[in-house]
């Protein structure tokens, strides 16, 4: 299981450029502060937001409780799979031609078949999102408010994006299948403009060994993260006519985390 946790982390960050919430839909908020107990560790001792995650504090348990945030003014949609490991079938009609502007009728059905294990199938309809807005100010407050809390390889969720209608699929054996019925006619779009989020979609029949987040409203799938790190500098004061002392101050730094750095294989 762990793996197929990395394996979809890994997958959303390469493909979609995003930081996936895993699993999608887990409750989660900005100003979250969270672990990663399975962000792989490396030469550096580097961490990294893969897989699930455990929540550690928010920032109003640190006092901090006017939040600033903003939200996206226009809603996207995702459609993503894994190359050469998810095909679809729709009816009994043979392989749909995922290029084709004709569109099988609706309440037909949607065979969705997965070839290797972790493959994803993954569906995200009028996604918007709300993000922290000032983070310089929030940095400052930290410093003030936070700083005896222990820091080390903790992220501080900057932002969520929630899907109004999702479906995902994850395989977790060679061999899987999905059979989807109702309005599924849209979902051979690349763009989903064909999908509605009042759709109805319900599975049908499910074989072999599989995740599936099932059509369902209101699913938190991405994340913006930023990693605290310690900025430590001296400070120098007489203590005697003669010598002087170094005094060690530090300084909590935000510090953005980009999705490429969930598939570098040094972490």
């Given amino acids: 299981m762990k793996s ?3 394996q979809y982390s890994k997958e959303v960050a390469r493909e979609l450029g995003k930081i996936a919430v895993y699993l999608p839909g887990e409750e989660i908020e900005v100003g979250d502060i969270l672990t990663f107990p399975y962000g792989k560790k490396g030469f550096l001792k580097k961490t990294a937001p893969l897989g699930s995650f455990q929540k550690i504090t928010n920032l109003k348990n640190l006092g901090i409780h006017t939040i600033k945030t903003q939200q996206s003014k226009t809603p996207d949609s995702y459609r993503f799979t894994s190359k050469q490991a998810v095909q679809f079938q729709f009816g009994a009609g043979g392989n749909a031609d995922l290029s084709s502007s004709v569109l099988p009728k609706a309440n037909a059905e949607l065979q969705i078949k997965l070839s290797a294990e972790g493959a994803i199938c993954f569906f995200a ?4 999102k709300t993000s922290l807005d000032d983070i310089m100010a929030l940095e400052n407050e930290i410093n003030t408010k936070g700083k005896n809390m222990v ?4 992220y501080l969720v900057t932002s969520v994006t929630i899907a109004q209608k999702a479906l995902i699929i994850q395989s977790n054996s ?21 999908v509605k ?4 979609i319900h599975i049908k029949k499910q074989t072999g060994d599989m995740l599936v987040k099932d059509w369902s409203d209101d699913v938190t799938v991405f994340m913006d993260l930023m990693r605290f ?5 001296g400070t120098e004061t007489k203590s005697t006519p003669f010598a002087s002392k170094i005094l060690d101050n530090d300084t909590i730094r935000l510090q953005a985390v980009s999705a490429s750095e969930l598939t570098e294989d040094t972490l």
């Fill in 4 to 6: 197929l946790q990395i």
């Fill in 197 to 200: 989020a009042d759709a109805k």
């Fill in 151 to 154: 820091w080390e390889d903790t």
């Fill in 229 to 233: 790190e310690k900025e430590i500098f």
């Fill in 174 to 194: 060679s061999s899987s299948e999905l059979i989807l019925g109702g309005d599924v006619q849209g979902l051979q779009s690349g763009n989903l403009i064909n």
């Fill in 125 to 128: 309809l009028h996604c918007s």
